[in-house]
């Protein structure tokens, strides 16, 4: 099958010749993103805003649309560069040659997440609309990251709408020996090298507050405060720890500090003032009980915990009537006993602290190779919901670190344990909440670096994406993330790297950074998104077709009661997920087609893709609706992925996340062709 967009050169881009890539989803939905854009009351200030009050709102629309069509004469050209060879952005649009360039590494480290893809391939459309409106002008700061803000309905503050009308995305680069001035997409807030960033939290005016530990151009270690568009506007003068993390107090602008030597500080977030408060290391704290999460049992005085020699990381908290709980995680200077200690804080009275849960006993060699050292990360919402990341006891005796949650009132003798995240292992040091509850974790998979969406409750993943890669970035050797920070607007987030590494080859230090990542949103925020899942409430059932094995069919009620009674050349393997089976606004229809070349193998194919397989696959032949699902980029449901059996090729099975990993792992003749639909399952 072929549904590449037309006029488009995918230059670069041999490796995903398959049209289920998951750049072309993206395509397809940014489009779909443009046809909703068009339809909306608003959709003339909009552009306005983005582009500049002299436009014409009428031939933007006319515009917009023939590049929601994907007409020939308005899409530009696609082409798939080394991230280098774009200055490390993320994407670009030169209007010379009318070019949008993608970083080939941005589309691999994100190659099951459109949620990534798409605002980039809307920023860049947006960069063309600019073009055409303006024919070698360009509307001053980032219209392209502005339009695609606007297309996706995010709500920005009045200092993140400044921040994109002052930037400057212009760049000049040489591709194929030619000089090409482009706009960019990229995610780098700040670079430098030395700088060591550690904590980070941004106030109720979108300013950013950087721990920096060694910065020549303002000294150290100090708390730095910039603008959303990266300018310093502020530093604390009162002498700090090493290495702080920092949590901001709920309802207030006052943050508390940690530092890597258990010295705990107040910050003042608008003045920068730091007033001292205790060492938590003096404290009386209790290990009288404690859950160890390797035998999980409820231990005696665990002589590998010893809090008041540790080295402390990071700080959560959680604000009560009249008291401040703090969850605090440290490590043991082997860096093999990380632990979670609970400081309450009471108006006159002396602060209480107990280590309620360790992972004594971690593999020396956890995934990346190193010891899990510093301490894990750690947060709490309002809910009283905590995640933290220890190591568990795994199958074969090894321990590795996963992502553990447990309630803010956890008793280590409770009898209640604290769950683990169905996730892959990692490491993290950072982590936090929004004011919604939503976690956010800094992950460090090797030399993967992601940032983790977990709901309120944070019984799953619901959302990730690869900022880089430590090969990625020039001059980096050893690349440790530290913190993770969230706008009040839930819009952008913030993540602090710092280089640990020296290059005795060149005598040079890798650069640190702090990157920035968009939060997504619901592509439609206003359904409320339990009545959408509500909506996905009739189960279907999966069967193999034993005479074609690796084969597979997806049926709901009916029809399961009928192949169960005259088909048994189908193995029924159970319920596969809950769908809609009645049409709706914001539901997808997904169409069955039966593969004659193959009889009882089955292909289910979203709007775009039944279109496409009517017009030019005649050996499929339509059986009419299946069911109604959410797109895969909606971020609500259970993210449903398709495979292509290559031994059976034109057959395809649908895997939910578990099952996805374990085919990737054990089954390689099935191949992944990208996300296909969210789901109730």
């Known amino acids: 099958m072929n549904m590449l967009l037309q006029n488009t050169n995918f230059a670069g881009l041999e490796q995903y010749s398959d049209p289920y890539i998951p750049l072309e989803q993206s395509l397809t939905t940014a489009a779909s993103w443009l046809k909703g854009f068009l339809s909306r009351d608003d959709f003339i200030p909009k552009i306005q805003l983005a582009f500049g009050d002299t436009v014409d709102g009428n031939e933007a629309k006319l515009l917009i649309g023939q590049l929601a069509r994907r007409e020939p004469d308005v899409l530009p050209k696609i082409e798939i560069r080394s991230s280098a060879e774009i200055s490390g952005a993320r994407g670009a649009f030169s209007g010379s040659n009318y070019t949008i360039y993608l970083s080939r590494e941005f589309l691999e480290q994100n190659s ?144 508390l500090g940690l530092g890597r030597d258990g010295q705990l500080f107040s910050l003042d977030l608008n003045t920068l003032a730091v007033d001292s408060l205790f060492n938590v290391k003096t404290l009386n704290i209790d290990t009288s009980s ?202 952008k987030g913030y993540v602090t790297y710092n280089n640990a590494g020296f290059d005795p080859i060149t005598g040079s230090y890798g650069t640190d950074y702090v990157y920035t990542f968009d939060v997504p949103l619901n592509p439609n925020p206003n359904p409320n998104s339990s009545d959408l899942l509500n909506l996905l409430n009739t189960p279907f059932n999966r069967f193999q077709n034993i005479g074609v094995p690796g084969t597979y069919l997806f049926a709901g009620p009916s029809e399961t009661a009928n192949i169960r009674q005259n088909f048994p050349g189908f193995n029924e393997e159970g319920l596969a997920f809950q769908v809609g089976v009645e049409p709706n606004d914001d539901l997808l229809q997904f169409t069955r087609f039966q593969n004659t070349q193959r009889p009882g193998t089955y292909l289910f194919a979203g709007p775009e893709e039944a279109a496409n397989i009517r017009q030019n696959f005649p050996g499929f032949k339509e059986e009419g609706v299946a069911f109604y699902a959410l ?26 996340p578990t099952e996805k990993d374990n085919i990737l792992a054990n089954f390689p003749n099935f191949r992944l062709e990208g996300e296909a639909f969210e789901v109730v399952g």
């Open 290 to 491: 404690v859950y160890d999460l390797v035998t999980t049992l409820p231990l005696k005085n665990p002589g590998e915990i010893q809090p008041q020699n540790a080295l402390y990381n990071d700080i959560a908290i959680q604000r009560g009537s009249n008291f401040l709980d703090l969850f605090i995680t440290g490590d043991s200077l082997s860096g093999l006993a990380p632990f979670v200690m609970k400081v309450r804080i009471e108006p006159n009275k002396s602060p209480q602290a107990k280590v309620i849960m360790s992972g004594i006993g971690i593999n020396l060699y956890p995934p990346s190779g190193r010891a899990n050292f510093p301490a894990p990360g750690i947060a709490v919402n309002f809910q009283g919901t905590v995640l933290t990341a220890l190591p568990t006891r795994e199958s074969g005796g090894n321990a590795l670190t996963r992502l553990i949650t447990f309630p803010s009132d956890f008793n280590p003798s409770g009898g209640i344990k604290p769950g683990v995240v169905p996730y892959s292992p990692l490491e993290s040091f950072g982590m936090t909440s929004d004011s919604a509850g939503n976690f956010y974790v800094d992950a460090d998979i090797g030399i993967v670096k992601k940032v983790l969406i977990l709901p309120a409750n944070a019984g799953k993943v619901v959302y990730e994406e690869t900022l880089l890669t430590e090969n990625s970035v020039s001059g980096n050797l050893t690349l440790y993330p530290g913190d993770v920070a969230i706008d009040p607007s839930w819009t």
């Open 112 to 255: 099951n997440n459109q949620g990534a893809i798409i605002p980039v391939i809307l920023e860049e459309l947006g960069h063309s609309v600019d073009w055409k409106l303006h024919p070698g002008l360009d509307t001053p700061g980032d219209e392209g990251e502005l339009f695609s803000a606007l297309v996706r309905g995010v709500a920005l503050s009045e200092s993140e709408l400044q921040r994109l009308k002052t930037e400057d995305d212009r760049g000049v680069v040489t591709i194929d020996g030619q000089v090409v001035e482009l706009e960019q997409a990229t995610n780098v807030f700040l670079q430098y090298p030395l700088l060591e960033p550690s904590g980070v939290v941004v106030d109720n005016q979108d300013n950013i507050l950087i721990d920096i530990n060694n910065f020549v151009q303002l000294g150290g270690p100090l708390i730095a405060k910039f603008s959303s568009g990266g300018k310093q506007i502020g530093t604390t003068t009162n002498s700090i720890s090493l290495g702080v993390k920092l949590a901001s107090i709920p309802d207030s602008n006052i943050a």
């Open 631 to 656: 797109d895969s980029s909606r971020n609500l449901g259970t993210q449903m992925y398709r495979f292509q059996n290559s031994s059976v090729p034109g057959t395809y099975l649908f895997a939910g």
